[in-house]
Structure formats: structure tokens, C-alpha cells
Nanobody, 121 residues
Framework: VQLQASGGGLVQAGGSLRLSCAASGFTFTEYVIGWFRQAPGKERQFVAAINWVGSTSQYADSTEGRFTISRDDARNMVYLQMNSLKPEDTAIYYC???????????????WGQGTQVTVSS
């Protein structure tokens, strides 16, 4: 059972990045997938989540309108398109899985390794 995040990097403020989360070892279509982030010295915070068929998504207030979450069930992949990036978006980004939207947004059942996003001013 594994979630692997990738796609992080260094970008200037106002730029864009697309993160990917590859899932394996479980029935992907039965899980809600989310993204979290943790900045240095801060607690991990919820970023976005998408339900089983991609019909419902939820965002943190700080990312809504700039970030878009999507999923490709045929490839067991979830993506986070991040636009208009700000220095305060700098963090390690993690993907996570849970059986319901409520679980994913609060205490996911499964965590993946993170990918570093750094936004320079």
C-alpha cells in the first residue's frame, strides 16, 4: 500500500507547478484522496481533497481559486495544479487517502511521502 507524491520544485512567486500522487496496493476508486502541506515550524494543514469519482472536491480557504485537484482513476493518479503560487505556499506537500471526505480532511488512513515546493519572492 503506497502513495508517492512527486512534481515539487523551486518556482518564482506567481508561477505554477503540478504535483502528482501515484497510488498502488489498494482499490484506488474506493478512496478519497487529499493533499496536505507542512511548512517549517508549522503544523501539517489540509490543502485539497477529491472524492471517489471526482465529482466533489474540497479546498482550504488559502488555496481555493488558485489550486485545482483532479484524479485519473485509470492510472491511479491524483494531481494538484497550483497556480499563482505565493512564498507562503512553500512547504512539503503530502498526498493522503481515506474512505470518506471527512476522514481525509481530518485524519487520513494512509499517508504518502512528501515532495518539496519552494516559492521564491
Amino acid at each position: 500500500v503506497q502513495l508517492q507524491a512527486s512534481g515539487g520544485g523551486l518556482v518564482q512567486a506567481g508561477g505554477s507547478l503540478r504535483l502528482s500522487c501515484a497510488a498502488s496496493g489498494f482499490t484506488f476508486t474506493e478512496y478519497v484522496i487529499g493533499w496536505f502541506r507542512q511548512a517549517p515550524g508549522k503544523e501539517r494543514q489540509f490543502v485539497a481533497a477529491i472524492n471517489w469519482v471526482g465529482s466533489t472536491s474540497q479546498y482550504a480557504d488559502s488555496t481555493e481559486g488558485r489550486f485545482t485537484i483532479s484524479r485519473d482513476d485509470a492510472r491511479n493518479m491524483v494531481y494538484l495544479q497550483m497556480n499563482s503560487l505565493k512564498p507562503e505556499d512553500t512547504a512539503i506537500y503530502y498526498c493522503a487517502a481515506g474512505t470518506t471526505m471527512r476522514i481525509v480532511t481530518t485524519q487520513p488512513n494512509l499517508w504518502g511521502q512528501g515532495t518539496q515546493v519552494t516559492v521564491s519572492s
